[in-house]
């Protein structure tokens, strides 16, 4: 991200309109989508995009549009972007900006606003107004409203490398109406040549990496704590090269999962027994881009930690502000995750190598007996409706190694988590927000940004009701992609809680759905569709699917008994409390 804004460009040496000068911006950055509906107020963007070389991909709502963006952020590793009309339009972002902001996914959310002159009225009852940066202020990094078309490119400079800084996640820039139309001169102030538009992190101090070296080569149970942070800085590939040199096991945090493919022998889940024990018995934790969050009970001793002081903690982060933050550790760096990888790689081989990576190798080798055990299980059911158990696993074994996976949903993600392994090095799902109907979205954001690659989402029905109407979106853009449907017809996840509370399954409250044809829904958005009911259906259905390069639903009818109960509920519900 070092290199130089280029001089030239359409209109060059000209006066610009503002919407000129935001699209001349992202063509230098190598932005290729807008996400954006159709609005009157950047008719100026709209009209030059695609000599800027912009594509305007335009969802049903606006909320699915930053979905959209953030999907292409976590896919590229630079910022998605979105742009909405004034008022209702940049209202709707909210949700999404929301959600990227507790994922901290860099995403551009550009809105405009009334003129300035009305927007500094005294007035009540203005039409399609509503005070936009105070509403976005506090779920972003960066926002800003623009008083002059001079300082578009200043202004989206400055948000940019706010998206991408120590903590990434969504700005918010605010072009007023008639500052997207003004007219001004380009001056070479305006793209600056040569400049960085952004820093990034270096290596990591040398002496906190060599005592953490010695940690590790001293330690008896070493274990890594994989974050999302690896996913940020695209580190998945260092991290590969790195955890195999190790040797020792590796628990993904619910961000981190898939960095180490899942078929990896020293790969473990948080949600196993077999992983838990290893977390519990573990003497030294080295912890990559995680802020060890409350999936992980921030740390603390107990259940799943073990004895409190029984642990060495050597964290690892781009931003300084992470270190120490949920929990004390002994030793703290902050650099580029891809760069410490390397420099803890050299250390450790400079004094010694590890002298016990093996030490928690049983409990890997228990996880995989464990899932062998519960993929027999799920398999072994044959009845109708199909067990979701066995919709996940069919659904992984039909898919190539490189696709991109998406989750969605509460108790079809638990399924996924244990049966269907992520094997690409990429997958979608938002591990710290739990923001259901992301799905979709994600999974056409990530088709666009990634054409190269498969992708299939894994969804419930409640999750993908929420955007479904994306279906269209997806049809009008002909973006080709696989939704399959646990289609059990109820809010699962809502349903043992309620059982427990309430005296039994009989008295749950607005837990049903009715039976709706999703498949039918998909036909007439124009998408292949396909509906199973039964296991030996489901085969030839993906398969279909998966041939037909459209995008394409596959509606499986689950079994709403099993699905209630998925794998790692218990202790998933477990990690919650107001004890902390």
């Given at each position: 991200?070092?290199?130089?804004?280029?001089?030239?460009?359409?209109?060059?040496?000209?006066?610009?309109?503002?919407?000129?000068?935001?699209?001349?911006?992202?063509?230098?950055?190598?932005?290729?989508?807008?996400?954006?509906?159709?609005?009157?107020?950047?008719?100026?963007?709209?009209?030059?995009?695609?000599?800027?070389?912009?594509?305007?991909?335009?969802?049903?709502?606006?909320?699915?549009?930053?979905?959209?963006?953030?999907?292409?952020?976590?896919?590229?590793?630079?910022?998605?972007?979105?742009?909405?009309?004034?008022?209702?339009?940049?209202?709707?972002?909210?949700?999404?900006?929301?959600?990227?902001?507790?994922?901290?996914?860099?995403?551009?959310?550009?809105?405009?606003?009334?003129?300035?002159?009305?927007?500094?009225?005294?007035?009540?009852?203005?039409?399609?107004?509503?005070?936009?940066?105070?509403?976005?202020?506090?779920?972003?990094?960066?926002?800003?409203?623009?008083?002059?078309?001079?300082?578009?490119?200043?202004?989206?400079?400055?948000?940019?490398?706010?998206?991408?800084?120590?903590?990434?996640?969504?700005?918010?820039?605010e072009i007023p109406s008639d500052v997207m139309n003004?007219?001004?001169?380009?001056?070479?102030?305006?793209?600056?040549?040569?400049?960085?538009?952004?820093?990034?992190?270096?290596?990591?101090?040398?002496?906190?990496?060599?005592?953490?070296?010695?940690?590790?080569?001293?330690?008896?149970?070493?274990?890594?704590?994989?974050?999302?942070?690896?996913?940020?800085?695209?580190?998945?590939?260092?991290?590969?090269?790195?955890?195999?040199?190790?040797?020792?096991?590796?628990?993904?945090?619910?961000?981190?999962?898939?960095?180490?493919?899942?078929?990896?022998?020293?790969?473990?889940?948080?949600?196993?027994?077999?992983?838990?024990?290893?977390?519990?018995?573990?003497?030294?934790?080295?912890?990559?881009?995680?802020?060890?969050?409350?999936?992980?009970?921030?740390?603390?001793?107990?259940?799943?930690?073990?004895?409190?002081?029984?642990?060495?903690?050597?964290?690892?982060?781009?931003?300084?502000?992470?270190?120490?933050?949920?929990?004390?550790?002994?030793?703290?760096?902050?650099?580029?995750?891809?760069?410490?990888?390397s420099q803890l790689s050299e250390a450790i081989s400079?004094?010694?190598?590890?002298?016990?990576?093996?030490?928690?190798?049983?409990?890997?080798?228990?996880?995989?007996?464990?899932?062998?055990?519960?993929?027999?299980?799920?398999?072994?059911?044959?009845?109708?409706?199909?067990?979701?158990?066995?919709?996940?696993?069919?659904?992984?074994?039909?898919?190539?190694?490189?696709t991109i996976v998406v989750w969605d949903g509460g108790?079809?993600?638990?399924?996924?988590?244990?049966?269907?392994?992520?094997?690409?090095?990429?997958?979608?799902?938002?591990?710290?927000?739990?923001?259901?109907?992301?799905?979709?979205?994600?999974?056409?954001?990530?088709?666009?940004?990634?054409?190269?690659?498969?992708?299939?989402?894994?969804?419930?029905?409640?999750?993908?009701?929420?955007?479904?109407?994306?279906?269209?979106?997806?049809?009008?853009?002909?973006?080709?992609?696989?939704?399959?449907?646990?289609?059990?017809?109820?809010?699962?996840?809502?349903?043992?809680?309620?059982?427990?509370?309430?005296?039994?399954?009989?008295?749950?409250?607005?837990?049903?759905?009715?039976?709706?044809?999703?498949?039918?829904?998909?036909?007439?958005?124009?998408?292949?569709?396909?509906?199973?009911?039964?296991?030996?259906?489901?085969?030839?259905?993906?398969?279909?699917?998966?041939?037909?390069?459209?995008?394409?639903?596959?509606?499986?009818?689950?079994?709403?008994?099993?699905?209630?109960?998925?794998?790692?509920?218990?202790?998933?519900?477990?990690?919650?409390?107001?004890?902390?």
């Open positions: 991200m070092g290199d130089a804004l280029p001089s030239g460009g359409p209109s060059d040496g000209k006066s610009l309109q503002g919407g000129e000068l935001l699209l001349r911006f992202l063509q230098a950055e190598g932005n290729r989508q807008i996400f954006a509906i159709a609005d009157v107020s950047y008719n100026p963007v709209m009209r030059e995009g695609a000599r800027y070389g912009q594509t305007f991909i335009g969802p049903r709502h606006e909320s699915a549009g930053v979905h959209m963006a953030d999907a292409v952020a976590r896919v590229t590793g630079r910022p998605g972007v979105v742009m909405a009309g004034m008022g209702p339009g940049a209202a709707n972002l909210l949700p999404g900006v929301v959600c990227a902001d507790i994922e901290g996914i860099p995403v551009l959310v550009i809105a405009t606003q009334r003129s300035r002159r009305t927007h500094s009225a005294v007035k009540r009852g203005r039409f399609q107004y509503t005070p936009q940066l105070e509403l976005f202020r506090p779920a972003v990094r960066y926002a800003k409203s623009v008083e002059d078309a001079s300082r578009i490119p200043e202004v989206l400079r400055a948000a940019w490398r706010a998206a991408l800084g120590p903590r990434p996640g969504p700005v918010y820039v003004q007219r001004v001169e380009v001056t070479p102030a305006m793209f600056p040549e040569g400049r960085p538009r952004r820093f990034a992190p270096g290596s990591g101090d040398p002496a906190a990496v060599a005592e953490a070296a010695r940690l590790l080569c001293r330690a008896a149970r070493p274990l890594v704590l994989a974050g999302s942070g690896l996913y940020r800085a695209r580190a998945q590939q260092a991290f590969r090269g790195f955890a195999a040199e190790l040797g020792i096991p590796v628990v993904p945090s619910f961000g981190g999962r898939g960095v180490l493919p899942d078929d990896d022998p020293r790969a473990l889940l948080v949600l196993s027994s077999a992983g838990r024990r290893a977390l519990a018995e573990a003497d030294t934790v080295l912890v990559l881009g995680s802020s060890i969050g409350e999936p992980l009970a921030f740390g603390r001793p107990g259940e799943l930690w073990g004895e409190a002081d029984a642990k060495r903690w050597i964290q690892v982060d781009s931003d300084p502000a992470a270190l120490g933050f949920n929990r004390p550790v002994d030793v703290g760096i902050v650099g580029d995750l891809r760069l410490v990888l400079s004094a010694g190598g590890l002298r016990h990576a093996a030490g928690l190798a049983p409990h890997c080798a228990e996880h995989r007996r464990e899932l062998a055990a519960l993929r027999r299980e799920a398999m072994g059911q044959g009845g109708s409706p199909v067990h979701p158990g066995r919709m996940v696993a069919e659904v992984r074994a039909k898919l190539a190694r490189e108790n079809t993600t638990l399924w996924s988590m244990h049966l269907a392994p992520v094997l690409g090095g990429e997958l979608l799902w938002t591990s710290k927000f739990g923001h259901l109907g992301t799905g979709l979205p994600y999974a056409m954001g990530a088709r666009l940004a990634c054409p190269e690659r498969p992708v299939c989402l894994i969804t419930g029905d409640s999750a993908f009701g929420f955007n479904i109407q994306e279906l269209e979106t997806c049809a009008r853009h002909e973006i080709p992609l696989v939704a399959v449907i646990n289609c059990d017809y109820q809010w699962a996840m809502e349903i043992p809680g309620q059982s427990a509370d309430f005296g039994g399954r009989d008295a749950c409250v607005g837990v049903e759905h009715y039976p709706a044809r999703y498949d039918r829904i998909a036909e007439g958005f124009g998408c292949h569709a396909e509906s199973v009911s039964r296991p030996d259906e489901l085969g030839a259905a993906l398969e279909r699917a998966l041939a037909s390069q459209r995008p394409a639903v596959v509606q499986v009818v689950t079994d709403p008994k099993q699905n209630e109960l998925p794998p790692g509920l218990g202790l998933l519900a477990g990690v919650y409390g107001d004890d902390y």
